[in-house]
């Protein structure tokens, strides 16, 4: 199969639309990554999402609309999940909600709920209603890669396996929506985003994390696949005094040198200790850049094929929150052997 690449204008949003009709994949943008779609009631056609990625069958798919008229058949609002689409829909938040019978099994993986969003990408939006019907869509990366935030990553995973991808640049968010279980009175927080769990508590008078203990099986299917891992091992470090710790200890171990994925002040501060360019990669000024950037990142230490990458955090609250949640998961996925955590010496003296 060739691979089409268009530009989201009026003949790109039509083939899109038209292929989704007809039971084909498309790659589309969206504010938070970009996803593959297909025709979420058609069974064949969400079959071909999981033979495109290599996905395993029990994670289930998030179910795009462009309205809420579209959304009635797929899914039960309870009141919360009411309140929530009045406040953030079109946006970054997938509603996991009771399912209605029509949804195929294929697409909730046998659960007897469905997630649900509205994305606010105006070519995602156009591209749904044009072709006025639900779409199903995971991130359009190969399985266990980092999730697209350019067209061309999508290309680089599925060149040849899908018809056709709509390019619309660079995605705004860079990490993938919140995931909410909104069956309840209050939201169970399942994957941290954008919109962040300080926001949904102050907004719905709290907010839960979900407890992985008493429950059979994780309550987001997907949280407990191998993710976004580089082909290096992945260090992450607290700040750059941590950071060049751990490079010095790296040395010691292998003179090749590591890649340094940093924030642009400690990329300054590297540079200023005489560090190449082709040593350091940015991940800008605050929290916003650094999602936008850390899964473009990611690829680009396997496109130079670093062996071993250190990567700067951030704190652990507001968007932070889902920035460490996607790193610790490429930590914990890419370490072996021998990446791991190093505290700043800063903060190893206290607590
Ligand atoms: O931003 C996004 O959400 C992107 C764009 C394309 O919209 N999509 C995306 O889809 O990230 P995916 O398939 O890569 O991640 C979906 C996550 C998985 O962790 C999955 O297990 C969880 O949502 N999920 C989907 N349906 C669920 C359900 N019924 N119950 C619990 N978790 C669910
Ligand atoms: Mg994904």
Same mark, same amino acid.
């Given at each position: 199969m060739?691979?089409?690449?268009?530009?989201?204008?009026?003949?790109?949003?039509?083939? /899109?639309?038209?292929?989704l009709?007809?039971?084909?994949?498309?790659?589309?943008?969206?504010?938070?990554?970009?996803? +593959?779609?297909?025709?979420?009631?058609?069974?064949?056609?969400?079959?071909?999402?999981?033979?495109?990625k290599?996905r395993?069958a029990? *994670?289930?798919l998030?179910?795009h609309? !462009?309205?809420?008229?579209?959304?009635?058949?797929?899914a039960?609002?309870?009141?919360? !999940?009411?309140k929530?689409a009045?406040?953030?829909?079109?946006?970054?938040l997938t509603?996991?909600?009771?399912?209605?019978a029509v949804?195929?099994?294929?697409?909730?993986?046998?659960?007897?709920?469905?997630?649900?969003?509205w994305?606010?990408?105006?070519?995602?939006a156009?591209m749904?209603?044009?072709?006025?019907?639900?779409? !199903?869509a995971?991130?359009? *990366?190969?399985?266990?890669?980092p999730s697209?935030?350019?067209?061309?990553?999508?290309?680089?995973?599925?060149?040849?396996?899908v018809p056709?991808?709509?390019? /619309?640049?660079?995605v705004?968010?860079?990490?993938?929506?919140?995931?909410?279980d909104?069956?309840?009175?209050?939201?169970?927080?399942?994957?941290?985003g954008?919109?962040?769990?300080?926001?949904?508590?102050?907004?719905?008078g709290?907010? +839960?994390?979900p407890?992985?203990?008493?429950?059979?099986?994780p309550?987001?299917?997907?949280?407990?696949?191998?993710?976004?891992?580089?082909?290096?091992?992945?260090?992450l470090?607290a700040?750059?005094r941590a950071?060049?710790?751990?490079?010095?200890r790296?040395l /010691?171990?292998?003179?090749a040198?590591?890649?340094?994925?940093?924030?642009?002040?400690?990329a *300054?501060?590297?540079?200023?200790q005489? +560090?190449?360019?082709d040593e350091?990669?940015?991940l800008?000024? *605050?929290e916003?850049?650094?999602?936008a950037?850390?899964?473009a990142?990611?690829?680009?230490?396997?496109?130079?094929r670093?062996?071993r990458?250190?990567c700067?955090?951030?704190k652990?609250?507001?968007?932070g929150?889902?920035?460490?949640n996607?790193?610790?998961k !490429?930590?914990a996925?890419?370490t072996e052997?021998?990446g791991?955590v190093l505290?700043?010496?800063? /903060?190893?003296?206290?607590?």
């Amino acid at each position: 199969m060739q691979t089409k690449v268009m530009p989201c204008d009026e003949a790109g949003i039509r083939a /899109a639309a038209g292929l989704l009709r007809c039971g084909e994949l498309v790659g589309f943008p969206t504010e938070t990554v970009y996803g +593959l779609g297909a025709a979420a009631l058609q069974p064949q056609a969400v079959a071909k999402i999981f033979a495109a990625k290599g996905r395993p069958a029990d *994670n289930p798919l998030i179910v795009h609309i !462009a309205s809420r008229e579209m959304a009635e058949p797929v899914a039960r609002f309870t009141p919360l !999940a009411e309140k929530l689409a009045a406040r953030f829909w079109p946006g970054p938040l997938t509603l996991v909600l009771p399912r209605r019978a029509v949804v195929p099994d294929i697409v909730t993986a046998g659960l007897d709920t469905v997630g649900l969003r509205w994305p606010s990408h105006p070519a995602a939006a156009a591209m749904i209603a044009a072709a006025g019907l639900p779409v !199903a869509a995971p991130s359009a *990366n190969r399985s266990g890669r980092p999730s697209p935030t350019l067209a061309r990553h999508v290309l680089e995973d599925l060149a040849g396996r899908v018809p056709l991808i709509l390019d /619309a640049g660079p995605v705004e968010i860079g990490l993938e929506s919140t995931v909410v279980d909104a069956t309840g009175a209050l939201p169970v927080l399942l994957r941290p985003g954008k919109i962040t769990m300080e926001e949904l508590a102050s907004f719905c008078g709290g907010c +839960l994390l979900p407890d992985g203990k008493s429950s059979e099986r994780p309550p987001a299917p997907g949280m407990k696949y191998r993710h976004y891992a580089p082909q290096g091992a992945l260090y992450l470090a607290a700040d750059y005094r941590a950071a060049e710790a751990l490079r010095q200890r790296l040395l /010691a171990a292998d003179p090749a040198p590591p890649l340094m994925l940093l924030s642009d002040a400690s990329a *300054n501060y590297f540079r200023g200790q005489g +560090l190449p360019e082709d040593e350091i990669l940015s991940l800008g000024a *605050n929290e916003a850049e650094f999602a936008a950037r850390l899964f473009a990142a990611l690829r680009e230490a396997d496109t130079r094929r670093a062996g071993r990458i250190i990567c700067e955090t951030t704190k652990e609250s507001g968007l932070g929150r889902a920035i460490m949640n996607r790193l610790a998961k !490429a930590a914990a996925a890419a370490t072996e052997p021998g990446g791991g955590v190093l505290p700043s010496p800063a /903060a190893e003296g206290k607590a």
